[in-house]
């Protein structure tokens, strides 16, 4: 990563990130038919559309402010529990960043934000959800890993949820059937901090 | 003016046949709405048809919210959040089950009960 983010490609991230969710809805949407009610692709790629269609105008914002107006579109288009979370995590995130943050910067927003999904959610980690990926990530990016060491932690982080019990959402009304699975809402994150992660490692 | 109830559930007749019961048991002296579905119309909820239903169902004496799965608690509480103060702290998203939830709510709201008092009678309902 760059030492500062000021001249990151809004647009080009959009675009990333709306091509690997569209492109990984049915594997996230599978993945939900077996521990959640089988929504979270198809709402991730719903909100992730509305961002797509709105690149340009998110682009022409300053940063905090092009992640505030993006995590609002995923609130208001995802339609289930996933769009306020991840929806506060980016609002969280550019309420956190100033205009051209370096990275250390970055990290502590992230932290920020980390712990805003947490209150959203009622949840901490262990208990198999998204935040089982964000905190590791969020200790790769306070001690300073390259791109593609963050990528490989939140990858591993999100296969770590598969011998875990849910006992947050849906997935934690199975109880000990919720075993075996890798779950979908960290999988999703996995996919959006390695698609983050390259993208701002191609443009460094 | 009575506390408002809000019913919000993935499924849109799911939230309509419970405000059906509630009007049929109630009356239609307690504001009440329903929202139901994702923002395409499938199952799930939507931020901003919470946000309108809270206000079809406004009252300055608040509005109690009943939900059905996790989230469609979420996105309440979301759609509280961005609708702000002063109105959001009049609003409250309850842990009840939703039918017989709003059911008591709305017959204890029918009765000039405070905001807290709805709350708390649906509450009873879901035993810690």
Same mark, same amino acid.
């Given at each position: 990563?760059?030492?500062?983010?000021?001249?990151?490609?809004?647009?080009?991230?959009?675009?990333?990130?709306?091509?690997?969710?569209?492109?990984?809805?049915?594997?996230?949407?599978?993945?939900?038919? &077996?521990?959640?009610?089988?929504?979270? *692709?198809?709402?991730?790629? !719903? *909100?992730?559309?509305?961002?797509?269609?709105?690149?340009?105008?998110?682009?022409?914002?300053?940063?905090?402010?092009?992640?505030?107006?993006?995590?609002?579109?995923?609130?208001?288009?995802?339609?289930? &529990?996933?769009?306020?979370?991840? *929806?506060?995590?980016?609002?969280?995130?550019?309420?956190?960043?100033?205009?051209?943050?370096?990275?250390?910067?970055?990290?502590?927003?992230?932290?920020?934000?980390?712990?805003?999904?947490?209150? !959203?959610?009622?949840?901490?980690?262990?208990?198999?959800?998204?935040?089982?990926?964000?905190?590791?990530?969020?200790? =790769?990016?306070?001690?300073?890993?390259?791109?593609?060491?963050? =990528?490989?932690?939140?990858?591993?982080?999100?296969?770590?949820?598969?011998?875990?019990?849910?006992? !947050?959402?849906? %997935?934690?009304?199975?109880?000990?059937?919720?075993?075996?699975?890798?779950?979908?809402?960290? !999988?999703?994150?996995?996919?959006?901090?390695?698609?983050?992660?390259?993208?701002?490692? @191609?443009?460094? | 003016?009575?506390?408002?109830?809000?019913?919000?559930? #993935?499924?849109?007749?799911? @939230?309509?046949?419970?405000?059906?019961?509630?009007?049929?048991?109630?009356?239609?002296?307690?504001?009440? &709405?329903?929202?139901?579905?994702?923002?395409?119309?499938?199952?799930?909820?939507?931020?901003?048809?919470?946000?309108?239903?809270?206000?079809?169902?406004?009252?300055? %004496?608040?509005?109690?919210?009943?939900?059905?799965?996790?989230?469609?608690?979420?996105?309440?509480?979301?759609?509280?959040?961005?609708?702000?103060?002063?109105?959001?702290?009049?609003?409250?998203?309850?842990?009840?089950?939703?039918?017989?939830?709003?059911?008591? %709510?709305?017959?204890?709201?029918?009765?000039?009960?405070?905001?807290?008092?709805?709350?708390?009678?649906? #509450?009873?309902?879901?035993?810690?």
């Amino acid at each position: 990563m760059t030492d500062t983010l000021a001249s990151l490609d809004i647009r080009q991230l959009v675009l990333a990130c709306a091509a690997t969710i569209s492109a990984h809805a049915d594997e996230l949407t599978s993945l939900d038919q &077996a521990i959640g009610d089988g929504d979270h *692709g198809y709402n991730m790629k !719903r *909100g992730f559309d509305a961002l797509l269609a709105e690149a340009d105008a998110l682009a022409a914002k300053p940063l905090p402010d092009a992640l505030k107006a993006a995590g609002t579109k995923l609130v208001m288009t995802v339609g289930g &529990a996933s769009g306020p979370l991840f *929806g506060t995590f980016l609002m969280a995130l550019g309420k956190e960043m100033p205009a051209s943050p370096g990275r250390p910067e970055f990290a502590a927003a992230f932290a920020k934000a980390v712990d805003a999904v947490a209150a !959203r959610g009622k949840s901490e980690a262990g208990q198999k959800t998204m935040l089982d990926v964000l905190y590791p990530v969020r200790d =790769a990016l306070a001690a300073g890993k390259p791109e593609a060491e963050i =990528a490989a932690v939140a990858d591993a982080a999100a296969e770590a949820t598969v011998p875990m019990k849910a006992l !947050r959402g849906r %997935a934690s009304f199975l109880g000990e059937r919720s075993i075996g699975h890798m779950d979908p809402g960290s !999988r999703s994150s996995a996919l959006l901090v390695r698609t983050v992660a390259e993208t701002l490692g @191609a443009t460094a | 003016m009575n506390v408002g109830i809000v019913i919000v559930s #993935h499924s849109p007749k799911v @939230a309509e046949g419970t405000a059906d019961m509630v009007r049929q048991m109630v009356g239609d002296e307690v504001p009440l &709405a329903w929202c139901g579905g994702n923002p395409e119309g499938g199952l799930g909820t939507s931020v901003g048809d919470i946000m309108e239903a809270i206000g079809r169902a406004w009252s300055e %004496a608040g509005v109690a919210i009943l939900v059905d799965l996790g989230g469609a608690e979420t996105n309440s509480e979301m759609a509280v959040e961005m609708i702000g103060e002063p109105r959001a702290k009049k609003i409250v998203v309850c842990n009840a089950p939703i039918v017989e939830g709003a059911v008591m %709510a709305a017959t204890e709201a029918s009765g000039g009960a405070t905001l807290r008092e709805v709350v708390a009678t649906a #509450h009873e309902l879901s035993p810690a």
